[in-house]
Nanobody
Framework: EVQLVESGGGLVQAGGSLRLRCTASGLSFRDYCIGWFRQAPGKEREGVSCFSIRDSFAYYSDSVKGRFTISIDNVKNLVYLQMNSLKPEDTAVYYC????????????????WGQGTQVTVSS
């Protein structure tokens, strides 16, 4: 059984930082593009970032490029998202997710995802 469990969300002021963590079990990171997507109330889901070991590639959406950094610990099956210079528009529920490849990540076709963690950025 695949499980993705997020932690690290919270309330932060604009300009601040948060680090999200995803603990994964039941899947091999090498078989997926694994990362983070988010959904804010009334908005479409946005694939924020994913990392593909197979392609040695990290993807970032334009809205977070230069501010967020994804990292993985392939031995401990952990995925991190370091979020700096946070903005109120980053407020959303952040989900750890896995897609079969980068193309399906772009298409929002996630094979697995967790319960999510709330990130709220105050102005």
């Amino acid at each position: 059984e695949v499980q993705l469990v997020e932690s690290g969300g919270g309330l932060v002021q604009a300009g601040g930082s948060l680090r999200l963590r995803c603990t994964a079990s039941g899947l091999s990171f090498r078989d997926y593009c694994i990362g983070w997507f988010r959904q804010a109330p009334g908005k479409e889901r946005e694939g924020v970032s994913c990392f593909s070991i197979r392609d040695s590639f990290a993807y970032y959406s334009d809205s977070v490029k230069g501010r967020f950094t994804i990292s993985i610990d392939n031995v401990k099956n952990l995925v991190y998202l370091q979020m700096n210079s946070l903005k109120p528009e980053d407020t959303a529920v952040y989900y750890c997710g896995a897609a079969s490849d980068l193309r399906t990540w772009y298409e929002g076709k996630y094979d697995y995802w967790g319960q999510g963690t709330q990130v709220t950025v105050s102005s």
